[in-house]
């Protein structure tokens, strides 16, 4: 869910999705700076004599992507995207369950843009960011701008134009941000969004991060107006950042009582005799058709054990079914947190579960 809901809207936004391979040349992470500036890398592999590395990121290949046609000046913005498995050999000591480990995957993105639209596709990234937040419940982020950090690559004049950049189109935007000193990647500053969950703690998610120093290691061009050749702009973001480690952000925030559209198993079926099971099949395979998540519950248990257990797994819905509901072709309701609701019609239930997945609703009423 969290991935469709992503793709639709990156698509909605202008993205186009690449897959790019887990694996490269060593000699792709020495051009681009990342065997001598970035700590995180896997020991390289040896294959058939040639070394060959773990991507710790995906920006190499949207940059051969990118490198693989002529492009003109009309042709920008482009905007690659990628749910992209990345590798960092992080310390055994500091792996902390879903939150820091050695394999996870990006929620990754590349624009490509000429500097005329720089500022309009950095405020655009930020804005994406906060309705994608805004869906998943979180109301309180705090916007940082990190700067220039001790290890760098590129001109002190590039840094100073580039955080200059971030710093013009947060202004625009009229986002309220703070600065954080040196905390820059090595290859260019970066805009970080910190998502507050409901304990009031910080998770850093998002970052857009602009890039001059990999357009000029890997010698990107496009075609200007004027006929010659300018590099692009090359902006790198996240918004979730790891999916991972979001996924356990999420818990957090919710407690596992995840809303309606983001659960697991959204409608929990409840048979009450055995008798009721083939009415019970049949609407949980009608609830499937209509892409909602369910399961029915078909062992020998007493009703009030089975509806417990629902309970305590913290499916939003529930739907128990006897003689009655089978006659009327109806179900009856429990609600998640509030009880029984009494017996609903099934169409107009469908109907109902459907419009609270269209709306992202965080709420269930019925
Ligand atoms: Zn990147």
Not at 151 to 180: H, M
């Amino acid at each position: 869910m969290i991935e469709n809901f992503w793709r639709d809207e990156h698509t909605k936004a202008g993205y186009d999705y690449l897959y790019t391979p887990h694996i490269a040349k060593l000699d792709v992470w020495r051009r681009s700076g990342h065997t001598e500036y970035y700590d995180a890398m896997f020991p390289p592999l040896e294959l058939e004599g040639l070394e060959f590395e773990l991507k710790p990121m995906n920006c190499p290949f949207h940059i051969m992507v990118y490198n693989s046609r002529q492009h003109s000046y009309r042709d920008l913005p482009l905007r690659y995207a990628e749910l992209g498995t990345v590798y960092r050999y992080e310390r055994s000591g500091v792996l902390h369950g879903l939150l820091r480990v050695r394999g996870f995957t990006q929620d990754d993105a590349h624009i490509f843009c000429r500097g005329d639209q720089l500022e309009d596709e950095i405020i655009g990234v930020v804005r994406l960011a906060c309705r994608l937040f805004t869906a998943f419940g979180f109301e309180d982020y705090d916007i940082y701008l990190s700067t220039r950090p001790e290890r760098y690559v590129g001109s002190l004049e590039d840094w100073n134009k580039a955080e200059a950049a971030l710093e013009e189109a947060l202004k625009a935007a009229g986002l309220p941000y703070r600065v954080d000193v040196g905390e820059g990647v090595f290859y260019g500053p970066k805009i970080d969004i910190k998502v507050k969950d409901v304990l009031k703690r910080a998770w850093q998610c998002t970052t857009v991060q602009l890039d001059f120093t990999l357009s000029e290691r890997f010698d990107l061009k496009y075609i200007g107006e004027d006929g010659k050749e300018h590099r692009p702009f090359m902006i790198h973001r996240a918004l979730l950042g790891s999916l991972e480690r979001f996924f356990g952000l999420l818990i957090e925030q919710f407690n596992g009582n995840f809303p309606l559209w983001l659960a697991p198993v959204q409608v929990e079926v409840i048979p009450i005799a055995e008798r009721h099971h083939e009415y019970a099949l049949k609407l949980d395979a009608l609830l499937k058709d209509n892409k909602i998540r369910s399961h029915v519950d078909l062992r020998r248990e007493k009703i009030n054990y089975k509806i417990r257990e629902a309970e305590h797994q913290k499916v939003p819905l529930l739907l128990v079914v006897g003689d009655k509901e089978v006659a009327a072709n109806f179900a009856s309701l429990r609600i998640h947190g509030q009880g029984d609701k009494g017996r609903v019609d099934v169409a107009e239930f469908l109907a109902k579960v459907k419009q609270l997945n269209d709306n992202k609703s965080l709420t269930v009423n019925f």
